[in-house]
């Protein structure tokens, strides 16, 4: 069982940054690709990003592209999504998920863990 723990969230103001990580416990994250996913209210769990267990594979919402960047660091155990010029209508919840057969990393069902999720406000 992989226990998936996503933290960085908060309010922000629009044009701003925030750092998201997501965080396992116990078992290594190292061979999991991961990927980002959000929900906003009333609306459903849509991708963000996705990043291979070696880092050699990104994906990303064409909503993100050019501001968000997805990476890992392996030694840490950690995932992390850097937000840049952040705007309103990124306020969602955020969740990270891991798996071990990663295909383009869009689909909700690719991923077999997932974690509480992170809640990020961006302000105008």
């Known amino acids: 069982q992989v226990q998936l723990v996503e933290s960085g969230g908060g309010l922000v103001q629009a044009g701003g940054s925030l750092r998201l990580s997501c965080a396992t416990s116990?078992?290594?994250?190292?061979?999991?690709?991961v990927g980002w996913f959000r929900q906003a209210p009333g609306k459903e769990r849509e991708f963000v990003a996705a990043i291979s267990w070696s880092g050699g594979y990104t994906n990303y919402a064409d909503s993100v592209k050019g501001r968000f960047t997805i990476s890992r660091d392996n030694v840490k155990n950690t995932v992390y999504l850097q937000m840049n010029s952040l705007k309103s209508e990124d306020t969602a919840v955020y969740y990270c998920?891991?798996?071990?057969?990663?295909?383009?990393?869009?689909?909700?069902?690719?991923?077999?863990?997932w974690g509480q999720g992170t809640q990020v406000t961006v302000f105008s």
């Open positions: 116990g078992r290594t994250l190292s061979t999991y690709s």
């Open positions: 998920a891991a798996t071990l057969r990663l295909r383009r990393g869009v689909q909700l069902n690719e991923y077999d863990y």
